[in-house]
Nanobody
Framework: QVQLVESGGGLVQPGGSLRLSCEVS????????MSWYRQAPGKQRELVAT???????NYASSVKGRFTISRDNAKNTLYLQMTGLRPEDTAVYYC????????WGQGTQVTVSS
């Protein structure tokens, strides 16, 4: 079955950096556009960034210039490099694979606090 497993979350001070990973199994990873979403307490889940199979990327305006989405198709892994982290980036971060079907990971907590 398809599995998406996020890792790399944690507690970081404002201005710090984290790299999230999403390991994918059970599907042809390179065929799928992949995205990172996040959900803060009391808020709706929101799109952070998307990367298509050919490498084209899109970002939410709130993270543009600070976050970088990438993928390694040989390792079936999606990444999100986050720099210049702010308290408002605190959320559970989820990876999503979406083409004809949609699959979600279980999420990883990112907390930005001093």
């Amino acid at each position: 079955q398809v599995q998406l497993v996020e890792s790399g979350g944690g507690l970081v001070q404002p201005g710090g950096s984290l790299r999230l990973s999403c390991e994918v199994s059970g599907m042809i990873f390179s065929n799928y556009p992949m995205s990172w979403y996040r959900q803060a307490p009391g808020k709706q889940r929101e799109l952070v960034a998307t990367i298509h199979g050919g490498g084209r990327t899109n970002y939410a305006s709130s993270v543009k210039g600070r976050f970088t989405i990438s993928r390694d198709n040989a390792k079936n892994t999606l990444y999100l490099q986050m720099t210049g982290l702010r308290p408002e980036d605190t959320a559970v971060y989820y990876c999503k694979a979406s083409q004809i079907q949609t699959f979600w990971g279980q999420g990883t907590q990112v907390t930005v606090s001093s």
